[in-house]
């Protein structure tokens, strides 16, 4: 499988906390972006990060990558109750044709 | 604002009949997009990708005759639910690469519930 897996599953934080989720994935990648999905909706473009790059940096959010472990975290610093949706990595591969897979996801609540 | 327009973003439907779903790229063309169906608190998975022009291609274990795919504009591809059973009751998406960027634009999402 070539999509990527997301842990934990489900994560309830209070506001202000951070939020920190995983991916792993299996084989080398070009690069992984993150998506969060609002309950219902669509999935929205969150950031993208280059197999070259290490860190990235988009307001309160802030992505790593580690290719010899072959994992990305996404951390959401001072979350919000907004922040409450589920978020997908997905990795994407040399001769993907553009095409996206995903994993299941981690639930994201922020509770006020 | 959105640039992948879905409709509906829900029906619901007797056993039987047919649903047609449109995505519509806004202000760009999509010679590419992507049909995902999602169950409840899973992940999305990706159906087919639709070619304008030509024909889709299917991912393994999905049924081109009971999800037909039509990409005959730029700016429109269609998924028809055909003969539809209540386990094709799920939520729709579509999305859409644009231009050169290398992230995805998704639709709303179509729920789909057949009775």
């Known amino acids: 499988s070539q999509q990527g897996e997301e842990d934990p599953q489900a994560l309830s934080i209070q506001e202000g906390e951070n939020a920190t989720m995983n991916c792993s994935y299996k084989?080398?990648?070009?690069?992984l972006q993150w998506y969060r999905q609002n309950s219902g909706r669509g999935l929205v473009h969150l950031i993208l990060i280059r197999s070259n790059e290490r860190e990235k940096h988009s307001g309160r959010l802030r992505v790593t990558l580690d290719t010899s472990k072959k994992s990305s975290s996404l951390l959401i610093t001072a979350s919000r109750a907004a922040d409450t949706a589920s978020y997908f990595c997905a990795p994407t591969f040399s001769g993907s044709a553009r095409q996206l897979t995903f994993g299941s996801g981690t639930q994201l609540t922020v509770l006020p | 604002g959105a640039v992948v327009s879905q409709h509906p973003s829900r029906v619901i439907c007797k056993s039987g009949t047919s649903v047609k779903i449109e995505c519509r790229s806004l202000?760009?063309?999509?010679?590419?997009m992507f049909w995902y169906r999602q169950f409840p608190k899973k992940s999305l998975m990706l159906m087919a990708t639709s070619n304008e022009g030509s024909k889709a291609t299917y991912e393994q274990g999905v049924e081109k005759d009971k999800f037909l795919i039509n990409h005959a504009s730029l700016t429109l591809s269609t998924l028809t639910v055909t003969s539809a059973h209540p386990e094709d009751s799920s939520f729709y998406i579509c999305?859409?690469?644009?231009?050169?960027?290398?992230?995805?634009?998704f639709g709303s999402g179509t729920q789909l519930s057949v009775l």
């Open positions: 084989t080398s990648i070009n690069n």
């Open positions: 202000d760009f063309q999509a010679t590419t």
């Open positions: 999305s859409a690469p644009r231009g050169a960027e290398e992230k995805l634009f």
